[in-house]
């Protein structure tokens, strides 16, 4: 079955420290792989997008990997802050047909000051 | 300029009532999404609109679920005979041209259906 996976506990990291966040699937070839934020009570915010044949971006404290070997995207955030704590989903972007999005059911992240 | 809005922000209907979300997408974009995400639950994806092609619909878990998008701007969800599954957030987004394009989401609308 075609499955995506996020670290299913929250992760809780110290102020100043890089947080990483993981991203598996299995049996899909994406062509594209979102990042997105969410706060509660609010909708995604998107943050980064990484193509099948790139396997690193980077945006100021922001750097997503993607290694479709694997089947595989990382998500860091270096210098952490407290304000990056968030929901932090990932979304595979399929491009055969018609566009569809599926998006992983996300990773908590709190950041202790 | 403005973003994408949905109304209402809170929803409360009986089982087997019918219920009508709507969203206004950000001018100009031209493709529109619909997600429905139950608590603790990922975004699960319903519907796409892309211009004024046929809809993909084949994310909609019922056919009490229907969608239309009019004049290529605003979107309305119907759910019929709405049942207490169906009590979830329902999200919008829209993007200027599809895609692996950025998505714009709205803030939801809470539906609790009793």
């Known amino acids: 079955s075609q499955k995506i996976e996020q670290n299913s506990e929250a992760l809780n990291i110290q102020e100043g420290k890089t947080a990483t966040l993981t991203c598996n699937y299995t049996n899909y070839s994406p062509a594209y792989l979102q990042w997105y934020r969410q706060d509660p009570g609010r909708g995604p915010v998107f943050l980064l997008l990484?193509?099948?044949?790139?396997k690193e971006k980077r945006k100021e404290r922001l750097k997503v990997t993607f290694d479709t070997t694997l089947k595989q995207s990382l998500f860091h955030i270096t210098a952490s802050q407290p304000a990056d704590s968030a929901t932090y989903l990932c979304a595979l972007v399929f491009t055969s047909g018609t566009y569809k999005y599926i998006f992983g059911t996300g990773t908590r992240l709190k950041v202790l000051a | 300029g403005a973003g994408v809005s949905q109304s209402p922000s809170n929803k409360v209907t009986e089982k087997g009532k019918d219920v009508e979300l709507r969203c206004d997408p950000i001018?100009?974009?031209?493709?529109l999404y619909w997600y429905r995400q139950s608590l603790g639950q990922g975004l699960e994806f319903l519907i796409y609109f892309q211009g004024n092609s046929a809809p993909d619909k084949s994310g909609l878990p019922s056919d009490r679920f229907s969608a239309e998008r009019t004049g290529g701007s605003v979107s309305t969800l119907t759910i019929q005979r709405t049942q207490q599954e169906d009590s979830a957030v329902y999200l919008c987004?829209?993007?200027?041209?599809?895609?692996?394009?950025?998505?714009?989401f709205g803030p939801g609308t809470r539906l609790t259906v009793l």
């Open positions: 001018s100009g974009h031209t493709a």
């Open positions: 990484i193509r099948e044949n790139e």
């Open positions: 987004a829209s993007s200027p041209w599809g895609a692996a394009d950025t998505q714009y």
